[in-house]
């Protein structure tokens, strides 16, 4: 019998996400439908139901139900604690297991897609909502030698500083601070850039041979990316790797395989130059 996934959001007309696990479906010899589900904003629970009831073995998550998907759960990882929010959903009978692997999938595109170690690097985060809280127990787990998490509400980045302090070097600070500061990657993890807007972060932030990361995809050259491109930064980089490699990654935990990813980000880049 065909395994039935699919990934949940409203709206959903946009999501890459079936293009991507039929492809993984094809190149790993998986019996498997993917699909797309739309769920009413107010209707995530009795959409999940259904999915179950009808055999649904697992789900993708995207806007705006990460945080409920994290409610609904009854098993949920430490990163999906951390976050709040869940990106992946398996289901085995009346156990519902949820995991977050955007931060996992973003580690992986820059070490290994980029070829850019983190350890020892000093890491810079713009914002400090889901997208900066899934992240940062996997960049502190690859030994940087600070995180600082950069937000216009102060309060709300040293919240989410707290979530990690136990397990390695991270500190908030507001935008007006990073003056005279700079970083060698830099993430924006804000929305600005879904909105055409540049977060207000100084140019001097990118130290010699930064890598400048756009947590989005498929935007271009961004202004956050405009802005490190003027700075001289050679290493511009938009989400599409972390969406190949967060899908990889619960694809595996679905089927047991960790399908290679080139062939998607390949499929999904656009330029940025």
């Known amino acids: 019998m065909t395994d039935r996934y699919a990934v949940i959001?409203?709206?959903?007309?946009?999501?890459?996400?079936?293009?991507?696990?039929?492809?993984?479906?094809?190149?790993?010899?998986?019996?498997?439908?993917?699909t797309a589900l739309l769920a009413p904003v107010d209707g995530f629970?009795?959409?999940?139901?259904?999915?179950?009831?009808?055999?649904?073995?697992?789900?993708?998550?995207?806007?705006?139900f990460k945080l409920d998907a994290c409610a609904y759960a009854t098993?949920?990882?430490?990163?999906?604690?951390?976050?709040?929010?869940?990106?992946?959903m398996?289901?085995?009978?009346?156990?519902?297991?949820?995991?977050?692997?955007?931060?996992?999938?973003?580690?992986?595109d820059v070490v290994h897609n980029?070829?850019?170690?983190?350890?020892?690097?000093?890491?810079?985060?713009?914002?400090?909502?889901?997208?900066?809280?899934?992240?940062?127990?996997p960049f502190l787990a690859q030994g940087v030698a600070e995180v600082m998490i950069v937000n216009r509400d102060l309060d709300k980045a040293q919240a989410v500083a707290r979530l990690g302090a136990t397990q390695g070097p991270v500190r908030a600070?507001?935008?007006?601070?990073?003056?005279?500061?700079?970083?060698?990657?830099?993430f924006n993890g804000t929305s600005a850039s879904l909105a055409g807007e540049l977060p207000p972060v100084p140019a001097s932030v990118f130290a010699p041979g930064a890598l400048a990361y756009e947590m989005v995809y498929g935007k271009g050259l961004t202004p956050f990316?405009?802005?490190?491109?003027?700075?001289?930064?050679?290493?511009?980089?938009?989400?599409?790797?972390?969406?190949?490699?967060?899908a990889a990654e619960a694809f595996a935990w679905w089927r047991g395989v960790r399908?290679?990813?080139?062939?998607?980000i390949d499929a999904l880049t656009v330029p940025l130059r």
Do not use: W
């Open 173 to 186: 600070c507001a935008y007006a601070a990073l003056a005279g500061q700079s970083f060698d990657l830099v």
């Open 90 to 108: 398996r289901f085995d009978g009346e156990r519902v297991e949820v995991e977050n692997f955007d931060g996992v999938g973003l580690v992986r």
């Open 45 to 64: 629970a009795a959409a999940v139901d259904a999915f179950r009831a009808a055999g649904g073995r697992g789900l993708n998550v995207t806007v705006p």
């Open 114 to 137: 980029l070829g850019l170690p983190m350890r020892g690097r000093r890491v810079l985060l713009l914002g400090a909502g889901g997208a900066t809280r899934g992240v940062l127990l």
């Open 75 to 88: 098993v949920r990882s430490p990163a999906a604690e951390l976050a709040g929010a869940a990106n992946a």
């Open 225 to 246: 990316l405009r802005l490190a491109a003027d700075a001289g930064v050679q290493h511009l980089a938009d989400g599409v790797g972390m969406l190949a490699e967060q």
């Open 259 to 264: 399908p290679d990813t080139k062939a998607v």
């Open 9 to 34: 959001g409203n709206p959903i007309g946009h999501s890459k996400s079936p293009f991507i696990h039929q492809g993984f479906a094809r190149a790993t010899g998986q019996d498997m439908d993917y």
